[in-house]
């Protein structure tokens, strides 16, 4: 069989064997798939980073909704804006985009629609005055996964990120809950697609199925300059 070619002795594998290749690969899955809060550090260097300097200098509305970079943004009944002074509000730089200040609705929010579902997503929230904010992350079937409760005095930012399980984030909806009628500013959106944690699932299978070969045909391992023999304590690491 081609499977004898990759893991020569496979099937003879004990019970004991395939539990343990399976206990492997469930707690390599378990090491990339976490659901939760996260902070700006936890994105990788291939995360990408929308700052919204692309919309112009100076300031201006938007169209409600509007779409950059694939994702689409949404607000309530009243809009949205940006501007170059909107970063320097919240003690960030450069340009970022609000909802304005609702005069038909109770109700202000700013919405984006990713146009690639992602594993991770956030970005920095914050007011000009006293604020809070509540932050939902929604999946592709448009279940809550996350929700961040979060709120300062004015004039600064929070990063609000969320890392999703198994379903992607889809969604993100930032809800204006401060009383006075400030608005709320975000700034620097920053997502990452999923990683392929099925193909990380095989190699991790593949590694461990491979592992347990080598141990039943006898074969020894290297740490370092040192060599394990059969029957040594060394010889068991993996």
Not at 48 to 56: C, H, I, N, Y
Not at 96 to 115: K, P, W, Y
Not at 207 to 234: A, D, Q
Request: charged residues 15%; negative net charge.
């Amino acid at each position: 069989m081609a499977l004898d070619r990759w893991l020569p002795g496979w099937n003879r594998f004990q019970p004991g064997d395939l539990f343990l290749s399976t206990f492997i690969s469930i707690a390599c899955f378990a090491a990339v798939a976490h659901s939760g809060q996260i902070q700006i550090s936890d994105f990788s260097p291939g995360a990408v980073v929308q700052d919204f300097e692309s919309l112009g200098t100076g300031s201006g509305f938007l169209p409600n909704p509007f779409v950059i970079a694939g994702d689409t943004y949404t607000a309530n009944d009243d809009g949205l804006d940006f501007s170059s002074k909107l970063g320097p509000a919240i003690g960030r730089s450069g340009v970022a985009i609000g909802h304005r200040v609702s005069i038909s609705s109770n109700v202000e929010f700013i919405q984006i629609t990713l146009g690639t579902p992602s594993l991770r997503a956030g970005f920095y929230v914050g007011s000009q005055a006293p604020w809070q904010a509540s932050i939902n992350f929604y999946d592709i079937a448009d279940n809550i996964v996350g929700t961040i409760p979060l709120g300062d005095l004015g004039r600064d930012s929070i990063f609000a990120g969320w890392q999703s399980e198994i379903l992607s984030i889809a969604k993100i909806r930032v809800h204006n809950l401060t009383s006075e009628g400030h608005r709320l500013i975000i700034d620097d959106f920053i997502r990452e697609i999923p990683e392929p944690i099925s193909i990380q699932l095989l190699i991790a299978s593949i590694m461990s199925i491979s592992i347990l070969s080598r141990r039943k045909h006898g074969h020894s391992f290297t740490y370092g300059n040192t060599v394990g023999k059969k029957g040594s304590p060394l010889h068991e690491v993996f």
